[in-house]
């Protein structure tokens, strides 16, 4: 690999990852200094996002309709529900760290169960993971919204799920993603019009602007980066460079939303981001 596409490939990742970490803090911006709702804002995300997908598909001679699944786009319609609800009284980087730590322990938990075997090292990570985890919804005067705290995991286990589907999926990542966004779009119109039935709607020009960033933007170009710099990444570095998005997002929400980092979750996060990095690295 020459430097030049070494430097382009890491201005990639970066980008991407930058991505990742803005759907939190778009999402927490808009429910915390808008009047939208997060059913509205789940529809808004996964309609733009559709649609940019589904574009960014068709130029790749893709056939997005007919992509993805409906199991694929339930899961992914879960996560992003839950994702939403859960940042109506979460910080930007609280959520993000339960976020990442339900995804990880999904997916390591489906290894184990399936017959992986974590040798101790790794061990080791995962239970200082699971304990960061613990320690951070421990009560207390910091501890994050216990609603709102077990949406994110909800959340996270959702996204694992939807991650492991795509592992089998026979088809490029881009064009099932596509697909799947494209299937979730119409089923994410039950939670709205369950808001509108309850009359807790709300929506205004900053919020919808918000949710259309994060979904056409953050959601539909940065999945669509990612996936275009993965097959160039070894799997132990893909997995490692994810280890930045709730850092990221911890400084994003102290820049845009004057987010303070307590000590329970400076602590909680290193335990967490830590442990995992030693479950990933640890691998063959």
Same mark, same amino acid.
């Not at 790749?60 to 409906?70: D, I, T, Y």
């Not at 938990?109 to 421990?138: C, F, K, S």
């Not at 710099?229 to 990221?248: D, E, K, M, N, W």
């Given at each position: ?126 239970? #200082?993971? $699971? !304990?960061?985890?613990?320690? @951070?919804? /421990?009560?207390? +005067? %910091?501890?994050?919204?216990?609603? =709102?705290? *077990? &949406? ?102 102290? #820049?845009? $939303? !004057?987010?303070?980092?307590? @000590?329970? /979750?400076?602590? +909680? %996060?290193?335990?967490?981001?830590? =442990?995992? *990095? &030693? ?6």
């Amino acid at each position: 690999m020459s430097e030049r596409h070494g430097m382009r490939l890491a201005g990639l990742v970066v980008l991407a990852m930058l991505a990742f970490a803005a759907n939190s803090v778009l999402c927490r911006k808009a429910l915390a200094q808008s009047s939208i709702d997060p059913a509205s804002f789940s529809l808004l995300r996964i309609a733009s996002g559709a649609a940019m997908l589904g574009l960014l598909s068709r130029l790749r001679q893709g056939r997005p309709l007919a992509s993805g699944s409906w199991k694929g786009g339930l899961a992914l319609l879960l996560y992003v529900v839950c994702f939403s609800f859960a940042y109506v009284s979460l910080g930007a980087a609280s959520g993000a760290l339960l976020l990442f730590g339900a995804v990880q322990a999904t997916m390591i938990i489906r290894g184990l169960l399936t017959g992986e075997r974590l040798r101790a090292p790794q061990w080791l990570g995962l239970l #200082l993971a $699971l !304990g960061g985890l613990v320690a @951070l919804l /421990l009560p207390g +005067a %910091s501890a994050p919204d216990p609603l =709102g705290a *077990a &949406l994110m995991l909800l959340a996270g286990v959702s996204w694992g799920a939807y991650s492991l589907l795509g592992r089998v999926a026979k088809e490029a990542p881009l064009h099932a993603t596509a697909g799947n966004f494209i299937k979730a779009a119409p089923m994410a119109l039950l939670p709205a019009a369950v808001m509108v039935a309850l009359g807790r709607v709300g929506l205004d020009a900053s919020g919808a602007a918000l949710a259309v960033a994060s979904g056409a933007l953050a959601s539909g170009l940065g999945y669509a980066l990612w996936y275009k710099v993965l097959p160039q990444l070894r799997a132990v570095t893909a997995a490692s460079v994810q280890l930045s998005v709730p850092v990221i997002t911890a400084v994003g929400g102290a #820049l845009m $939303l !004057g987010e303070v980092l307590s @000590l329970r /979750l400076t602590l +909680a %996060s290193l335990a967490v981001l830590g =442990g995992i *990095a &030693l479950v990933v690295r640890t691998k063959r």
